[in-house]
């Protein structure tokens, strides 16, 4: 498809941690947020809930294994602060959450660092079905220093050796979840004692540069086979692994206008990999402050802007960016000729943040904006205020719909399903029901298993045999 749809809904997807504060260093102290509340099944099963009354698409479940100690070169900060840390599991949420929903996906956070492809393949495929088809993987290469020198390295690969990494890693995912057993190889035979027909499963025999993987994998078929994939690297190197691998793309600018351009930028690339222009759905990370009517969202914030803690921004934005904000002045502004390993996409966000004068924002100004939701755009008003503006984001930037971010959680999302959701549908731009069926049906209406233009069908059985 190289045309838009001639009509889209918007889709949301919650922007969530298994974590404190996750976005909002600091909002934890807000009477109202329950986001301590973290490693509890009851916040977890709740949240599912408000999502799935608000027909979100999803709950998009970050993760990182270290911590924010680039600022100032300790723990200190993200400790004290609550920069992502304490931080727990992420992929075990999900059973809890798919046992209280019926159509709500979610979207788990992994990295391909430090975890052998082999048993990951079996957690995907466990959970794809336990969940009846309604996982998505977020592919993560990491960024982190503090993670690479727990799992016994100096430090993380070089950013694009990174990649070069995963798609090592996807192939093998691929091979086995794709092209190891066949979908008839389960036959439950009870009267010839046959429960699965050993010559309709295969081996795979991967040897590569960095994995060897001779067997076969050993979870029988899930629903989608490959969960829905996820990826948020908005580098160069980033965009060509998305173009070839991601059916869904979170991406964070702070204006249109450059949300346009990567937008663009993204559909190009997955048009030059041989997939649609539109085989990917892209979220732009936004964070919503709404109430029954603007002076009282305005009033929000303000109350929510007090609790923000600047220095735990800080800590955020020097492991996004692998940049030490310490050694910059409040008055100073991120330069251009800065070199990152981390998230090169984030260095590119924060030197184009800019306020009204068009000037570059100073170290103070990203810290006050990232304290609330983080460093996505932040739309304050009416119900009716933020469903008009997020309609004019979607038709004046051809994104698919938001990664929406939380200020005080369960109540950001709460007032969104309460206030903004029903503005939206009397504009005839947000559905009304779930579609049907698994993750993938329910994004692209296409069935459940990953289209033929994917790479992904190239590992499958039938592609292997007509070679």
Known sequence: MTEAPAKRHIRFNAFDMNCVGHQSPGLWRHPQDKSADYNTIGYWTHLAQVLE?????????????????????????????????????????????????????????????????????????????????????????????????????????????????????????????????????????????????????????HEGKYFKVPGIAITEPSPQRTPVIFQAGASRRGMKFAAENAEAVFVTSPTKELLKETVAKIRDAAEAAGRGRYDVRIYAMQTVVTGPDSATAQAKFE???????????????????????????????????????????????????????????????????????????????????????????????DVDGFNLAYAITPGTFEDIVEFVVPELQKLDAYPTEYAPGTLRNKLFGRGDKLPATHRAANYRLEALAAL
């Open 53 to 205: 009354k608000g027909l979100f698409d999803g709950l998009f479940i970050a993760d990182v294994l270290g911590t924010y100690d680039v600022f100032g070169g300790t723990n200190e900060v993200p400790l004290r602060t609550s920069a992502q840390v304490p931080v727990n599991d992420p992929f075990l949420l999900v059973s809890a959450m798919a046992a209280v929903t019926e159509n709500l996906g979610f979207g788990v956070t992994a990295g391909t660092a430090y975890e052998h492809p082999y048993p990951f393949a079996r957690r995907l495929a466990t959970l794809d079905h336990l969940t009846n088809g309604r996982v998505g993987w977020n592919v993560v290469t990491g960024y982190l220093p503090s993670a690479a020198r727990n799992m016994g390295q100096d430090d993380q690969m070089e950013h694009d050796e990174r990649y070069n990494h995963a798609d090592e890693y996807m192939e093998v995912i691929y091979k086995l979840l794709e092209g190891s057993w066949e979908d008839d190889a389960v036959v439950r035979d009870r009267e010839r004692g046959i429960f699965t027909d050993p010559a309709k499963v295969h081996e795979i025999r």
């Open 303 to 397: 109350e929510y802007k007090s609790y923000a803690d600047l220095d735990g921004a800080l800590a955020l934005i020097s492991g996004w960016t692998g940049i030490d904000m310490s050694t910059y002045g409040p008055d100073d502004v991120i330069g251009e000729n800065v070199e990152s390993n981390a998230i090169q996409s984030s260095v590119e966000t924060f030197q184009k943040a800019s306020g009204d004068t068009g000037k570059p924002w100073t170290i103070r100004q990203l810290a006050e904006w990232v304290g609330v939701g983080g460093f996505g755009p932040i739309t304050v008003g009416s119900g009716a205020e933020v469903a008009a503006k997020l309609v004019e984001w979607v038709e004046e930037t």
